[in-house]
């Protein structure tokens, strides 16, 4: 028991002087993902998150007391469903916003609008989001720094990075399934490139999408078709009608998916795990390696 008691102290003396070493130095001057260069005078105790991905990893590293206020998408974790609801990047409500006195907001990079009016205004506004699994582990020592949580960030990137290379490791060697996955029914998929699409490589999937369409491109059914993947998964409508639907498009009754009754239609929560490049992805690449892998990776 002493001995249990010693451990415990020595690990909150790290943790402790960890926290230390990392701390931000303020003023700290940031590059976004926009090229804007972003000031921030001092931590921030009033944070706006208009991306869901960035309301999670703010929580996970232990600031969710500090966000005032978050996008109307962002529902987890449940805390923060009691806070102000702001809209989205491109119909933001910016009075709502403002009232809040915010001294960061976190935003999308393709809500230029958004950061053009609180730039003119004067509130720090940080613009980006992971595209990538990489670009996902900077993400959580950026937003660290910026919140003044370094050693949360340094702990989430670990343990985030190694249950990806866990799952990882444990498939190594089977056989790869063929895979498509769509976000949409235009139809928009996510290439291998994408964070979705090495999430995918990673829990032991062939993605049918070539790296040349780029990280989510619109595919002709025809493609699919002709690729005839083993699993088809749905991150679009979480509902059994649309596994239906399937053999009503043209050709897809003989797909391989559907023949072995591999098409899989994602709940609204597994479709946020997957679609947000945040803490979350753990759950995401496990799922996804029970779809692809069921008798390797039972759950």
């Known amino acids: 028991m ?31 993902d926009l090229g804007r260069k972003v000031t921030l005078d001092h931590a921030p105790q009033r944070i706006v998150s208009m991306i869901p991905s960035s309301t999670e990893t703010v929580c996970a590293e232990g600031a969710c007391g500090r966000l005032v206020g978050v ?13 102000p609801h702001l809209g989205n990047g491109f119909d ?15 935003a999308d990079e393709s809500s230029t609008q958004l950061v053009d009016k609180l730039a003119a205004l004067g509130i720090p506004t940080y613009a980006g989001t992971a595209q990538t699994l990489d ?40 056989p790869r399934t063929t895979v498509y996955y769509e976000l949409d029914t235009t139809p928009y998929s996510a290439g291998p490139t994408s964070f979705i699409g090495q999430l995918l490589t990673r829990a032991g999937g062939a993605n049918i999408v070539p790296a040349s369409k780029g990280q989510f491109p619109q595919l002709d059914p025809e493609f699919i078709v002709q690729h005839d993947p083993a699993v088809i998964i749905l991150a679009d409508a979480p509902n059994a009608a649309a596994r239906q639907a399937i053999t009503a498009r043209p050709g897809w009754r003989d797909l391989a998916a559907v ?37 390797a990776f039972p759950r």
């Open 71 to 83: 996008d109307q998408y962002s529902d987890y974790p449940a805390s923060v469903q009691k806070l």
């Open 92 to 106: 933001p409500n910016i009075e709502a916003l403002v009232a809040l006195k915010p001294d960061l907001v976190l």
């Open 135 to 174: 670009g996902v582990y900077q993400s959580f020592e950026t937003i660290g720094e910026l919140i003044d949580e370094q050693a949360p960030a340094a702990v989430l990137s670990g343990r985030v990075q190694g249950a990806v290379d866990a799952v990882q490791n444990m498939l190594a060697g089977l």
């Open 259 to 295: 023949k072995a009754h591999r098409v899989i239609a994602l709940t609204q929560t597994q479709i946020d795990e997957l679609s947000r490049p945040g803490p979350r992805i753990p759950q995401a690449v496990e799922l996804l390696a029970h779809i692809l892998h069921p008798a």
């Open 2 to 32: 002493r001995r249990f008691s010693i451990l415990v102290f020595l690990l909150l003396a790290l943790s402790a002087a960890l926290s230390t070493a990392l701390a931000t130095s303020y003023p700290l001057t940031v590059t976004d």
